[in-house]
């Protein structure tokens, strides 16, 4: 009972109850108006042909006086599905017809009878049976009372029909409302137990918990779907915020030791030399910890999405190409090739400073890791439209990243150099994956020639939804 109430107070079924209750008052109004009209139209069939009945055997009265009256009268009363024929003396008394009794005072009256009167026929004996029946009488001049009538079964049994048929109806559809509010309602209270199971236990704290879909595309599974991409993004963040804190207490710790040490000895030193090269030092040092935090805060700022308002149709080939003749000269310097491969007139919905930022990153990193492989002279830049979107792709021919790493080097602070011999902070591919979630794309790694185990390479795309 408990369970019957609480899905009576569900919206969708108090909404499905009023529809069913306002269908059934509509079918039953239509219903009696239906009937009504019908009825209605049957009797105004009834007084027209009785009136023609009436007409036709007046004529035979004023053609052939009583007798012929009475010859027609009979001959018709004796026809399959006869009307109602009585002639009666000026007292009311039934002299000759095909009807036993009629109700009384229905004869003093003249022409049509005002409502429908009761009557009892030949056939049924002692029946207590009564019929009704509307007439047409007519008084003689010999005082004589003729009436001419019409049974109303067929009416009363069509409006009998009709409303068995609502009621039938009525009860099929009430009987049909129960049955589905039971499965369904079942079905609904068991999807919301399971959806408040999982809730208890993402509020106990485990992220990693998922609202169940059951796969219809109902108004659950929507609103499931939509709650579980929060709870992954949620646990996304909380997981970089985790990271975050784990890796800034390594990677911060020891620059900020390496500055501490380089104080104090330009402290302890009286040489002015000495001293100066140690604060050009404590400089290099706070500059790179300055671009860590420009970094993260970046990061935090695209994935919060507040860059989203600055969105707008930018030409990403003009970026590509003018990231290409930016990076030429520093490409040339460490000895490499940089050749680029652009489609003209390709735009995106996008932030253009973010986009840049990105491919500058993606740049940056594919000349820093193959300046120093042996045959590793070229990065290549390519835009081009795909079936899946614009794929702007930087290639190396570096060590790459073995495909089992390639999850983690998206983490934030994470390197895979070890030895922290190449300069940077562990955040260029973090922004550059933050930056293609904000524009709805995605970020792919590969190798640039896998067949070359020694140096296969890396191939970064980043994939741009069709505009």
């Not at 009557?119 to 009704?132: I, L, P």
């Not at 007439?135 to 010999?142: F, G, H, K, M, T």
């Not at 030193?269 to 970094?295: C, H, K, M, V």
């Not at 979630?437 to 795309?461: C, F, N, R, W």
């Amino acid at each position: 009972m408990n369970r019957f109430w609480f899905l009576f107070k569900s919206t969708a079924v108090r909404l499905s109850a009023l529809y069913i209750l306002l269908f059934a008052i509509c079918a039953a109004t239509l219903v009696f108006y239906v009937t009504a009209m019908s009825e209605r139209l049957l009797t105004s069939q009834i007084r027209e042909a009785v009136q023609q009945e009436v007409d036709q055997v007046q004529r035979a009265y004023d053609a052939g006086g009583m007798n012929l009256l009475l010859r027609t009268m009979e001959r018709r009363a004796r026809q399959p599905g006869a009307n109602l024929y009585i002639i009666a003396g000026p007292s009311g008394d039934i002299l000759a017809g095909n009807v036993a009794s009629v109700q009384p005072g229905v004869l003093d009256e003249q022409g049509w009878t005002t409502l429908p009167f009761k009557y009892r026929r030949y056939a049924e004996g002692g029946a207590t049976k009564q019929h009704m029946a509307v007439a047409n009488i007519e008084v003689l001049d010999n005082g004589l009372r003729v009436l001419i009538g019409r049974d109303l079964g067929e009416p009363e049994a069509f409006r009998v029909l009709v409303r068995q048929a609502l009621m039938i109806a009525l009860a099929i559809m009430g009987l049909g409302a129960v049955i589905i509010w039971f499965g369904i309602g079942r079905n609904a209270l068991k999807r919301i137990d399971r959806m408040s199971a999982a809730s208890k236990k993402i509020m106990a704290g485990d992220l990693s918990q998922r609202l169940p879909v059951g796969g219809s595309g109902d108004e659950f599974d929507r609103l499931s779907a939509s709650l579980n991409a929060m709870l992954g993004r949620i646990e996304k963040l909380n997981e970089g915020l985790r990271q975050v804190s784990d890796n800034i207490a390594h990677d911060l710790k020891t620059p900020l030791t390496r500055l501490r040490n380089k104080a104090a000895d330009a402290l302890d030193t009286p040489d002015t030399e000495t001293r100066r090269i140690a604060l050009e030092g404590i400089i290099s040092e706070s500059d790179q910890l300055i671009r860590t935090f420009n970094a993260l805060l970046m990061i935090s700022r695209v994935e919060a999405g507040s860059a989203a308002a600055e969105m707008s149709t930018v030409d990403l080939s003009a970026i590509v190409a003018d990231s290409a003749e930016l990076y030429e000269p520093v490409a040339e310097e460490a000895g490499l090739a940089l050749n680029s491969s652009i489609e003209k007139d390709i735009e995106v919905q996008g932030n253009r400073e973010l986009i840049g930022q990105a491919i500058f990153n993606l740049i940056d990193n594919a000349i820093k890791y193959s300046a120093d492989v042996e045959g590793g002279g070229e990065v290549s830049l390519k835009l081009t439209r795909r079936q899946d979107g614009i794929c702007l792709q930087v290639a190396d021919r570096g060590p790459g990243i073995p495909a089992a790493k390639r999850g983690e080097v998206l983490k934030r602070f994470v390197r895979l150099d070890e030895s922290r011999s190449k300069p940077g902070t562990g955040l260029g591919l973090s922004l550059v994956e933050a930056v293609m979630e904000l524009h709805g794309g995605k970020l792919e790694l590969s190798d640039t020639d896998p067949d070359d185990t020694a140096k296969p390479g890396l191939a970064v795309a980043m994939i741009f939804p069709v505009k």
